[in-house]
């Protein structure tokens, strides 16, 4: 089991509690640490078992941060942190769920109004008490009181990213229990959908009982919420885990079922009526010599249920792959052989999104270069913010700037390149796409760079159809970047319609991106859809921020896949010379 995740949730709260009380620097450094320790690779305790001087291994993170690393493995708590929470006793997460409240108005709204949590902030919004201090007003409330509903509905939904390596950790850690044969992911976490209610774990098992109790037993299970003998539901860091044990040989049958979508299975189920078959989570079976097929579950002779594509070919079907699976047409498409090929991890080449220390990135253009070769990429893109609305100040490059990095990004190709590291090296910007959809930086600019990636970051809300549309339709625009903005549990971001978003986009030769970005997956499954029936080009890029971010990649693959996108749909699965002819194009 890993502690990086637990470690990375500590320091992103540390980092929180510090700017509440407004101590500077320090929160940056325990927030790029947690950021380090959750991409970090392997279990943070192998290194905390060495002691301190083998966790400063790990970028940045130094000796006071390495200390508290090693007191968390050894002890489960950071005095320190006790202390902060001691100091200011509030649910620092829920409160800044709420969209415009920062750690530092929490720290500031518990000092003034002894503000604690959501209810606390939704009464003293209600009373008008935020709207008389100083430095709020009455617009700033206002927002506060409508974001206060969404961060409330938000909350009982993760994010896929903070849950898929929970459910990975569950399974591999089932994996080892000698009474478990087989163990999968099910539910909307097997669909990868953007954010999970709960997390749905199926074991196969001639002992379901010594499975549950391995289960509740599991030292991430914080508490047990129920436990029977062949299905079991733990917390963990605030997620619900579902578990269920079934015999062998129903554990297709079981997974198929589990994984949903509720109105996939019933399709499904339809489709198994018309050939006189029925389906449940114990198998598929032949039903045409039952009299009353609806009276008990396993009824009729058994066809199929061992495995999930086995109760797919019952049904005359191929299998079909989990993301597709939340009925808009994928049972009528497999059954006339139309099933999309679906692009994978493996088939993308590069990341046309990724930041440097010139923007808000935390390494060098040379450092994410090497990275993006380390991790397989054949090209990668550096797009620095370009300054405007909704970048935080100073971190964004003027037009003069832009030029100048263009310098370091040709010593950076003529270095990798001397050191024999095969990977191209594309120039390019993230522009803002502001309010009438025109583009931060200048047209003369524009014109020298490999690459233009266009994003809104500022005025998130309303309709933003026209906006996109302008920045689409832009001669200099060849991604547009995160296109609604939404923050999954944070904000919604803008209303688009998509068909005509993705028709603008077709007819212009401007790609989409999914942003692989746990906290984004922007745009999402459905909206990718739109994209690829108008014919469109799909980007699939990590806005990096530092090395670890490349491995995100898999959250936007598996995004793209719940749009039916398949490889030559990605302009960053092509090979470099056909990406070099759509830039140029
Ligand atoms: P979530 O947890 O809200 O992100 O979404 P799911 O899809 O994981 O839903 P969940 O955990 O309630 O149930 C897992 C799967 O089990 C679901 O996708 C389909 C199946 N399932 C559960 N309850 C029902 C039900 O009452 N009817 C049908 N048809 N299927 C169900
Ligand atoms: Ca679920
Ligand atoms: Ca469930
Ligand atoms: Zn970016």
């Known amino acids: 089991m890993s502690h990086n995740d637990e470690v990375a949730a500590r320091f992103e709260e540390f980092a929180s509690l510090l700017e509440a009380k407004d101590i500077e620097y320090k929160p940056r450094s325990y927030r790029r640490a947690a950021e380090n320790v959750r991409g970090y690779p392997e279990p943070i305790e192998n290194l905390a078992s060495e002691g301190e001087a083998a966790v400063q291994e790990i970028e940045g993170i130094g000796d006071a941060i390495a200390a508290k690393i090693v007191e968390y493995v050894e002890t489960g708590e950071i005095e ?9 006793p509030v649910d620092m997460a829920g409160l800044t769920n709420v969209e415009g409240v920062g750690p530092k108005t929490v720290g500031t709204l518990y000092r003034e109004l002894g503000i604690e949590d959501l209810d606390g902030l939704e009464a003293a919004a209600e009373a008008g008490e935020i709207e008389a201090l100083s430095g709020f007003g ?134 198994a009526i018309a050939r006189d078959l029925k389906i449940n989570e114990y198998g598929v079976f ?48 497999a059954a006339d052989g139309r099933l999309p090929d679906l692009v994978a991890e493996g088939n993308v080449r590069g990341d046309l ?49 832009l030029r100048e990095q263009t310098e370091e990004i040709e010593a950076v190709r003529e270095e990798v390149a001397n050191e024999g590291i095969d990977i191209e090296v594309l120039h390019g910007v993230e522009a803002n796409i502001d309010a009438d959809g025109g583009i931060s930086v200048g047209d003369d600019v524009l014109a020298d760079l490999d690459l233009v990636v266009a994003s809104p970051h500022s005025g998130l809300d309303g309709d933003g159809t026209d906006r996109i549309v302008e920045a689409i339709s832009h001669p200099a625009v060849t991604i547009v970047g995160h296109p609604t903005g939404r923050q999954l549990g944070r904000r919604p971001g803008m209303d688009l319609d998509f068909d005509a978003v993705a028709e603008a986009a077709a007819e212009h030769g401007t790609a989409l991106e999914v942003n692989a970005n746990p906290q984004r997956l922007d745009l999402g499954g459905s909206a990718v859809k739109a994209a690829i029936d108008a014919g469109a080009t799909i980007a699939i890029d990590t806005d990096a921020h530092q090395p670890a971010n490349f491995s995100l990649l898999r959250y936007g693959v598996h995004t793209a896949r719940r749009g039916w996108v398949e490889a030559e749909d990605v302009c960053n699965a092509w090979p470099y010379d056909e990406l070099r002819a759509f830039l140029d194009g």
């Open 80 to 88: 320190e942190l006790a202390e902060l929470r001691a100091d200011l």
């Open 353 to 401: 999104h990724v930041h440097s220390a010139w923007s808000d990135g935390a390494n060098t253009v040379s450092e994410m270069v090497r990275a993006a070769a380390e991790f397989g990429h054949e090209y990668v893109c550096c797009t620095d913010h370009a300054s405007g609305p909704g970048i935080p100040g100073g971190t964004g490059l003027s037009d003069e700037e």
């Open 138 to 271: 009455a617009k700033t409330e206002a927002n506060i009181r409508s974001g206060i509903a969404f961060a409330r509905t938000a909350q009982q939904r993760q994010r896929l990213g903070e849950v898929r390596p929970l459910g990975e950790d569950l399974v591999s850690y089932l994996d080892d229990v000698e009474a478990a044969k087989r163990c999968a992911l099910g539910g909307s976490l097997r669909r990868w959908r953007a954010t999970v209610g709960d997390l749905d774990v199926l074991c196969a098992s001639d002992d379901p009982e010594a499975v549950v109790e391995r289960f509740t037993d599991w030292d991430r299970a914080d508490s047990v919420i129920e436990s029977g003998s062949a299905k079991a539901s733990v917390r963990s860091d605030g997620t619900r885990i579902d578990l269920r044990v079934v015999a062998s040989a129903e554990f297709g049958s079981a997974l198929q079922y589990f994984t949903g979508s509720r109105d996939h299975n019933i399709g499904l189920r339809n489709r």
């Open 286 to 333: 032949d039903v045409s010599n039952v009299e009353n097929p609806d009276n008990g579950q396993r009824v009729g002779e058994r066809v199929a249920g061992e495995t999930d594509a086995s109760v797919y070919e019952a049904v005359s079907l191929p299998p079909i792959p989990p993301e597709l699976r939340e009925d808009r047409g994928e049972i009528a498409a």
